[in-house]
C-alpha cells in the first residue's frame, strides 16, 4: 500500500472501529496529519505576519485546534483498529484519550483544593501517571508487529 492510499483510507475508515489497521496505516495516517498540522498552522502564521496582522499566533492557534479537534476522531478510529490488529481490545487506545480526560479533571479537582505546594508536586506526578506512561506505552503497542487474528487460528484447514 502506498503512503497516499494509507492516509487515504485513514481518512475513509473516520468512524470505523472494526476492523484492523497495519503499523503502516496507522503511522503514515498519524504522522501525515501532524505533518500536515504544523505545516498548516505554520503557513497561517507566517501569511498573517506578512499582512502585518498582529494576531497572527491566535489564528495559527485556531487553526491548530480546528484540524485537531477534526482529527480526533479518526486518529482514535485508525487507533483502535490498529490494537484490532495486534489482538487487543480497542479500549487500549481509547486509554489514552481517558487518562486525559481523567487527568483535566483531576487537575480541577487539585485547583480548587490543593495547597500551592501540593498542586505541583500533584500536577508533575499526574503528568506523569496519567499522561507520558499511558502515551509511551501507546507508542510501543502501536510499533508491535500485526498478530494473526484469533480467527484464523481456529478455522481448520483440509
Known amino acids: 500500500m502506498t503512503v497516499w492510499q494509507c492516509f487515504v483510507r485513514g481518512w475513509k475508515g473516520y468512524v470505523k472501529f472494526e476492523g484492523r489497521a497495519t503499523r503502516k496505516e496507522f503511522w503514515v495516517f498519524t504522522l501525515v496529519n501532524i505533518l500536515l498540522m504544523i505545516l ?3 503557513t497561517v502564521a507566517t501569511v498573517m505576519a506578512l499582512a502585518g496582522n498582529p494576531y497572527g499566533v491566535f489564528y495559527a492557534g485556531m ?3 480546528i484540524y485537531a479537534l477534526a482529527l480526533a476522531l479518526p ?3 485508525v487507533g483502535i483498529r490498529r490494537m484490532h490488529d495486534i489482538n487487543r481490545s480497542g479500549w487500549w487506545f481509547g486509554g489514552v484519550y481517558l487518562a486525559g480526560i481523567v487527568s483535566r ?4 479537582i487539585l485547583m480548587e483544593y490543593a495547597s500551592p505546594e501540593t498542586y505541583v508536586w500533584m500536577k508533575i506526578t499526574l503528568g506523569i501517571v ?4 499511558p502515551l509511551l506505552v501507546m507508542i510501543y503497542l ?3 508487529k500485526s498478530k494473526p487474528s484469533p480467527e484464523a487460528d481456529n478455522r481448520i484447514v483440509r
Not at 479533571?105 to 480541577?108: E, G, I, K, P, V
Not at 496519567?130 to 506512561?133: A, F, M, N, V
Request: aromatic share 10%; proline share 0%; hydrophobic share 55%.
Open 63 to 65: 487553526t491548530y485546534t
Open 142 to 144: 502501536c510499533c508491535v
Open 105 to 108: 479533571l483531576l487537575n480541577m
Open 40 to 42: 498548516l498552522t505554520g
Open 75 to 77: 486518529i482514535l478510529a
Open 130 to 133: 496519567l499522561g507520558w506512561i
